[in-house]
């Protein structure tokens, strides 16, 4: 090595490590940019400089108030005379002088001296009077019409001045208000005045306008900011108070909180219909018009009231329809299914347990498909769900062995869907009348176990609507019985959408909409009977009315049965072109494919034997929230005011529903965090496991024992 021939080194560079994600120095922001922030964000600078919308809607308040100004300086005219007459009077006949003589109790003593200052200030009128006249007179005889003309008309502006609309002014307060309706839209005073009305501010309080009122639809829509401790949940859960004091029935009247980036905990966009709504002729289906439909997009449902359409999304989520008889609970079902009948990819299950005429023209897509409502049916459903149970553990099976390309995720995609080879399709399970499957008491033997049709049902489709939306499994049922022993409350936890026609009373909207959704303003109970179609709908995704929409009013499409069979007679052609008719529409009905075993080992049926009674809602909410503090070792005493406002409902509400299931307030002495000890109300936790205990054992008589 040492005689070898010396070796060319590569050229050695000076250089210095650079660490990108170091921070780098700040550049400076071009004037003009700043300016431009500046200018958006400024609150010296009006909305209407700020917003094109803005400024269109503040160039036609200007016009309209251009126009109407006339008018307003005549009244305002007309209110300064009324108010100088009413002055006038109250001087001349010694008004504040006999006020105090009579709070003093010396009206008598002071008779003769009132008598007398009245009978002086009439005189003194009298000569104000020809005075006037003489001068009126001397100066048109002198100096012509001109000078009495610019007088009048210093006159009638002090007038105008004098009578202009003020808080406090004398002779503001009139007995009888006008109309509100709509009159805040030129008057913002009187939309701060009915927040005070509802008791939504205080008296000394006022609103913020963030965005002036504009045409929206047929209504007008306005975002004002709440003042400072003020919450946008209260004036949504008041919006019958609110629509009262702006004379505007409730469906007229569209109270949200301002979500995300631009809005905050007191932050409310209004919209104010100028008429109900719902009164118009519903709107047929825009899928009817339509060759094919996506199934992965949602699908067109319906309108809200500011006529914005409404798509609800399925896939990859389950749906609850519940409503009393005639409502237009299947309509709103079959609306769901529309949009997927025209996706020739999608696989169809439809059991009617109505055993009417509504489902027929489904046979012609279904690959399983069902119409009656005797024990033989409720087996058959049984078949199919053990069957799609099978189906998903299959599938997930699969996905595991699928590379990342082809699945992402552990879930199917919209071209996993439509692969013959994988054969994956979206599969959507309808069930209308669930409470027929869901009540029966055909005995079946599962596994050695004995159990209900209607429970082993029950814990079939909690496992599906865990399980299932992942693998492609659509749930949607409906039912007119919406109460809390049809369907189990572990099966409601579980469906993501919700839609909830008119129904008998806030707790059977619980049922369909979630706990507490009547507190948060949302019952559909107050529903008017009228509205048929109409109802509140909780979604399980985005919505053209935003992704931060708890829920909203909405009115399905008209589908007639002649337009639910167009719908089904077009999914056959294009299944058929597609070759994707199978089952019964293909005249194949085939027996579904059983695993009993696989079924129980995965859904765990034999627990349902002895899982106990469903508790009512508040009592849940309880156990929730409490835990561990209900046990031997935990609390005493919870105050009403913690519970309250974890709960978040209002104390009338509550007190209720404590009582009927048997628990009553007592009054027990706490440690604030200032260390000072407050007696206060509340419960105690010892009553409260009665309760619990009393629900589980007796069910329904746990609100008797507690009341006798």
């Not at 979206?426 to 008491?441: G, K």
């Not at 079939?460 to 809390?484: E, M, N, Y």
Request: with cysteine.
């Amino acid at each position: 090595m040492a005689d070898s021939l010396p070796v060319k080194a590569d050229p050695v560079f000076d250089g210095e490590l650079v660490d990108d994600t170091l921070p780098q120095p700040r550049r400076r922001e071009p004037k003009t940019n700043r300016f431009v922030r500046w200018w958006r964000h400024s609150p010296r600078v009006p909305l209407w400089m700020k917003s094109k919308p803005q400024a269109v809607q503040a160039g036609k308040d200007a016009v309209v108030g251009l126009v109407k100004s006339p008018w307003r300086y005549v009244g305002a005219v007309v209110r300064g005379l009324v108010v100088g007459v009413r002055w006038w009077r109250a001087w001349v006949t010694v008004r504040d002088y006999r006020t105090a003589a009579e709070e003093s109790e010396k009206l008598a003593d002071k008779f003769t001296e009132i008598r007398a200052l009245t009978l002086f200030r009439w005189k003194v009128t009298g000569a104000v009077l020809v005075v006037a006249i003489v001068a009126v007179a001397v100066v048109d005889l002198v100096y012509g019409t001109d000078p009495l003309w610019i007088g009048g008309a210093v006159a009638s502006l002090a007038l105008a001045i004098l009578g202009r609309k003020k808080d406090g002014s004398p002779g503001r307060k009139p007995a009888l208000a006008g109309p509100r309706t709509l009159t805040w839209t030129m008057d913002p005073q009187v939309l701060v005045d009915a927040f005070r009305d509802a008791k939504l501010i205080g008296k000394d309080e006022a609103l913020r306008l963030v965005e002036r009122a504009t045409r929206v639809g047929d209504g007008w829509a306005v975002t004002v900011d709440l003042p400072a401790t003020r919450k946008a949940a209260d004036v949504v859960k008041n919006r019958d108070a609110l629509a009262s004091a702006l004379a505007v029935d409730e469906v007229q009247l569209i109270v949200e909180r301002v979500r995300g980036n631009g809005g905050h905990a007191g932050r409310v966009s209004m919209w104010v219909a100028d008429e109900d709504p719902y009164a118009s002729p519903p709107l047929r289906t825009p899928l009817l018009g339509v060759a094919q439909w996506d199934a992965w997009r949602p699908i067109p449902f319906g309108r809200d009231a500011r006529d914005r359409r409404i798509d609800l999304p399925l896939v990859w989520t389950s749906l609850l329809v519940g409503a009393i008889p005639r409502q237009g609970k299947t309509f709103a079902a079959r609306l769901a299914a529309a949009g997927l009948i025209l996706d020739a990819w999608v696989r169809l299950y439809v059991a009617d347990f109505k055993a009417g005429k509504d489902w027929d023209a489904a046979g012609l897509v279904a690959h399983r498909f069902m119409s009656g409502d005797e024990p033989e049916h409720v087996l058959a459903l049984v078949d199919w769900l053990i069957e799609l149970v099978g189906e998903v553990q299959t599938r997930f099976r699969r996905m595991r062995d699928l590379d990342d390309l082809t699945c992402p995720e552990s879930k199917v995609t919209p071209e996993m869907s439509r692969d013959k080879a994988l054969n994956m399709p979206i599969t959507a399970i309808f069930i209308d009348e669930v409470q027929v499957p869901l009540e029966d008491r055909t005995p079946v033997d599962v596994q050695g176990k004995k159990l209900t049709a209607g429970e082993y049902v029950g814990e079939l489709l909690t496992w599906l609507a865990k399980k299932g939306p992942a693998a492609g499994i659509v749930l949607v049922l409906a039912t007119q019985r919406p109460d809390s022993k049809t369907i189990p409350s572990g099966l409601r936890a579980v469906l993501g959408s919700r839609f909830a026609l008119r129904v008998m009373d806030w707790r059977d909207s619980n049922i369909v909409l979630g706990e507490q959704m009547n507190t948060r303003g949302f019952d559909s109970s107050r529903l008017l009977p009228s509205h048929k179609g109409v109802g509140i709908l909780r979604p399980d995704g985005d919505t053209s009315a935003g992704a931060d929409v708890l829920a909203m009013t909405v009115r399905t499409y008209y589908m007639p049965n002649e337009d639910w069979r167009t719908i089904c007679e077009q999914g056959r052609t294009l299944r058929e072109a597609a070759g994707t008719l199978t089952g019964h529409a293909a005249g194949q009905d085939t027996m579904p494919v059983l695993d009993h075993a696989a079924a129980v080992r995965a859904i765990g049926a034999g627990h349902a034997v002895e899982s106990p009674r469903e508790l009512p809602g508040v009592l849940t909410s309880l156990v929730e929230y409490l835990g561990d503090d209900l046990g031997p070792e935990g609390r005493d005493f919870v105050p009403t005011a913690e519970l309250l406002d974890v709960l978040e409902i209002d104390s009338r509400t509550f007190a209720q529903q404590m009582a009927e299931v048997g628990c009553r307030p007592t009054r027990d002495r706490v440690t604030g965090e200032d260390g000072e000890t407050r007696q206060v109300r509340g419960y105690r936790t010892a009553e409260i496991r009665s309760a619990i205990d009393r629900a589980r054992e007796g069910g329904e008589s746990t609100g008797q024992e507690g009341r006798s």
